[in-house]
């Protein structure tokens, strides 16, 4: 009963912005990591950043300087801020977080469904 959702995605011109943000909804204890990925058709899908519950951030080396993540952990949402986006930054991206249900419970890996980000030269 745990979903996360992403929105945000779209149409953008190179060197543009956008903001995508992911909210997790259902029964939900604690989330500990988020992340996002992105994924191209033809190639394995690639860790663009991670972000820890006290907030502690890694990006990926091509969007470094770029691409900021950030999290609310009071509405349980993760965002990631794009900026000067390039044509290769076009994907699909994914929000992913492990989540526990319980108090008792390991943590569970889940995934949004993807929203798309095309960027045109």
């Known amino acids: 009963q745990v979903q996360l959702v992403e929105s945000g995605g779209g149409l953008v011109q190179a060197g543009g912005s956008m903001r995508l943000s992911c909210a997790a909804s259902?029964?939900?204890?604690?989330?500990?990591?988020m992340a996002w990925y992105r994924q191209t058709p033809g190639k394995q899908r690639e860790l663009v950043a991670t972000?820890?519950?006290?907030?502690?951030?890694n990006v990926a080396d091509s969007v470094k300087g770029r691409f900021t993540i950030s999290r609310d952990n009071a509405k349980n949402t993760v965002d990631l801020q794009m900026y000067s986006l390039k044509p290769e930054d076009t994907a699909v991206y994914y929000c992913?977080?492990?989540?526990?249900?319980?108090?008792?419970?390991?943590?569970?890996?889940?995934w949004g469904q993807g929203t798309q980000v095309t960027v045109s030269s």
């Open positions: 992913n977080g492990v989540i526990h249900r319980t108090w008792f419970s390991g943590g569970a890996d889940y």
């Open positions: 259902g029964s939900i204890f604690s989330i500990n990591d």
């Open positions: 972000i820890t519950k006290t907030g502690r951030t």
